[in-house]
């Protein structure tokens, strides 16, 4: 699921999302520009596209308490 795909999603169901993107455990400041220049990383490093839509559905239940971070491993709802 590309990374616009997921801000689509979430605006189409009215959902604020405070999301964080990881890589070997470094922060990525501009996922855009860092999915840009890693062509195809996103796709093939990242949860499948119907994993991301449940864990966004699953983040929109403690959205005002945590953030959700992703990783080529995965989700993590971190505590604000």
């Not at 590309?2 to 455990?25: D, R």
């Not at 520009?33 to 839509?53: I, K, R, V």
């Not at 308490?65 to 989700?75: N, P, R």
Request: with cysteine; net charge negative.
């Amino acid at each position: 699921m590309p990374i616009s795909t997921v801000f689509e999603y979430c605006q189409s169901i009215n959902a604020h999302l405070m999301l964080e993107y990881f890589y070997k455990g470094e922060k990525i400041d501009d996922p855009a520009l860092f999915f840009d220049l890693n062509q195809g990383l996103f796709e093939f490093a990242y949860p499948s596209p119907e994993e991301t839509q449940l864990m966004i559905d699953k983040y929109l239940l403690f959205s005002s308490t945590h953030k959700l971070v992703i990783s080529e491993y995965g989700f993590h709802l971190i505590h604000l």
